[in-house]
């Protein structure tokens, strides 16, 4: 933001994301939407601050690379490149991604891809090729590999089941 742009701050993932879900797909009792509402911005702002508490202990170059990733998410972008624009060397990079996230960069981008593939399946009506552009994975068949080697399910399986 010192620079002239904003950046993600920080990432709020899925959590966030159900929270938000949740908020806009209530149907129950219209007498209760509002005090549901507050709790659930409670849980919401809850979770932000305990992501912002946590922050201070990810070193610099981590949030760095991924507020950049975060950014260029749809870009083609190696982890040589990210180091460089974290003021760091991939191989450092690489190194503080795995203690921090249990992944290397390039693991933690497709992660991070696949997350926006899961959010867009759930809430959009895109087609399967258009959220795999849109997350910049491969190509369709790239997501649904991504989404059956982690929930067991093919994309359209997924969606129905969620929704």
Same mark, same amino acid.
């Given at each position: 933001?010192?620079?002239?742009?904003?950046?993600?701050?920080?990432?709020?993932?899925? =959590?966030?994301?159900?929270?938000?879900?949740?908020?806009?797909?209530?149907?129950?009792?219209?007498?209760?939407?509002?005090?549901?509402?507050?709790?659930? !911005?409670?849980?919401? =702002?809850?979770?932000?601050?305990?992501?912002?508490?946590?922050?201070?202990?990810?070193?610099?170059?981590?949030?760095?690379?991924?507020?950049?990733?975060?950014?260029?998410?749809?870009?083609?972008?190696?982890?040589?490149?990210?180091?460089r624009k974290a003021g760091t060397h991939k191989d450092a990079l690489n190194k503080q991604f795995k203690e921090v996230y249990g992944k290397n960069v390039r693991?933690?981008? =497709?992660? !991070?891809?696949?997350?926006?593939?899961?959010?867009?399946?759930?809430?959009?009506?895109?087609?399967?090729?258009?959220?795999?552009?849109?997350?910049?994975? =491969?190509?369709?068949?790239?997501? !649904?590999?991504?989404?059956?080697?982690?929930?067991?399910?093919?994309?359209?399986?997924?969606?129905?089941?969620?929704?």
């Amino acid at each position: 933001e010192q620079e002239g742009e904003q950046k993600n701050l920080i990432p709020l993932g899925n =959590t966030a994301r159900d929270i938000i879900q949740a908020m806009g797909s209530y149907r129950q009792a219209p007498a209760m939407f509002e005090p549901y509402l507050h709790g659930q !911005v409670m849980l919401l =702002t809850a979770h932000y601050f305990n992501l912002l508490m946590d922050r201070h202990e990810v070193p610099k170059t981590v949030l760095d690379a991924c507020d950049f990733i975060q950014c260029n998410l749809t870009e083609d972008i190696d982890t040589a490149f990210i180091a460089r624009k974290a003021g760091t060397h991939k191989d450092a990079l690489n190194k503080q991604f795995k203690e921090v996230y249990g992944k290397n960069v390039r693991q933690y981008i =497709t992660h !991070v891809r696949l997350e926006e593939a899961e959010y867009r399946l759930l809430n959009t009506n895109e087609l399967i090729w258009e959220i795999a552009a849109h997350a910049n994975l =491969t190509d369709a068949s790239h997501l !649904v590999r991504l989404i059956r080697g982690k929930h067991g399910l093919t994309p359209e399986e997924f969606r129905e089941k969620h929704r």
